[in-house]
T-cell receptor, first 114, second 110 residues
Framework: EAGVTQSPTHLIKTRGQQATLRCSPI?????VYWYQQALGLGLQFLLWYDEGEERNRGNFPPRFSGRQFPNYSSELNVNALELEDSALYLCASSRDRATVYEQYFGPGTRLTVT | GQQVMQIPQYQHVQEGEDFTTYCNSS?????IQWYKQRPGGHPVFLIQ?????EVKKQKRLTFQFGEAKKNSSLHITATQTTDVGTYFCAGPENTDKLIFGTGTRLQVFP
């Protein structure tokens, strides 16, 4: 069974630009979660999508947004990039809303803002 | 909001020594999860504990959920270099998201 995949692996942007990160969940999983992990720090919850709808979001400004497509893949968009947005962005999936606690993570996208 | 703290933040041990990380929540948890993140890697789900006082073992790893369901621990017996990484506990906030702990970074010296 293929795991969660994310693209790109690395992304370098300049301040003020927009970044788009992509995630494909494990086949059969309908829930997708996004986390931000700044260097050496813990995971901060960003967004949760299930069945195409945003179910919850963390304490991040509106310039962090995303969506989930009919095939359950997801996209995270970060507008007006700031230097402090540099981090590893992790996507995770779970089988459905009832299994929110057992999440499988992808390898992440390393975003660097210069 | 809910907070999940872990101690210690860092732990360096000699190979063969034991290691324990503690997880404390500001609120009672319905369940708790443990994840391991190898250096340069992504978090990997290890286990979920649900019952008060529950103890589960995975080879050299022993996981415990406190009686009050506000704390948990992960104990590794006779550490190996393959145990290196950061261990995170995670607890649910309401029913719709996980709050990850601050993590404990384990370094094992051969």
């Amino acid at each position: 069974e293929a795991g969660v995949t994310q693209s790109p692996t690395h992304l370098i942007k300049t301040r003020g630009q927009q970044a788009t990160l992509r995630c494909s969940p494990i086949s059969g999983h309908t829930s997708v979660y996004w986390y931000q992990q700044a260097l050496g720090l813990g995971l901060q919850f960003l967004l949760w999508y299930d069945e195409g709808e945003e179910r919850n979001r963390g304490n991040f400004p509106p310039r962090f947004s995303g969506r989930q497509f009919p095939n359950y893949s997801s996209e995270l968009n970060v507008n007006a990039l700031e230097l402090e947005d540099s981090a590893l962005y992790l996507c995770a999936s779970s089988r459905d809303r009832a299994t929110v606690y057992e999440q499988y993570f992808g390898p992440g996208t390393r975003l660097t803002v210069t | 909001g809910q907070q999940v703290m872990q101690i210690p933040q860092y732990q360096h041990v000699q190979e063969g020594e034991d290691f324990t990380t503690y997880c404390n929540s500001s609120t009672t948890l319905s369940n708790i999860q443990w994840y391991k993140q190898r250096p340069g890697g992504h978090p990997v789900f290890l286990i979920q504990l649900v019952k008060s006082g529950e103890v589960k073992k995975q080879k050299r790893l022993t996981f415990q959920f406190g009686e009050a369901k506000k704390n948990s621990s992960l104990h590794i017996t006779a550490t190996q270099t393959t145990d290196v990484g950061t261990y995170f506990c995670a607890g649910p906030e309401n029913t719709d998201k996980l709050i990850f702990g601050t993590g404990t970074r384990l370094q094992v010296f051969p």
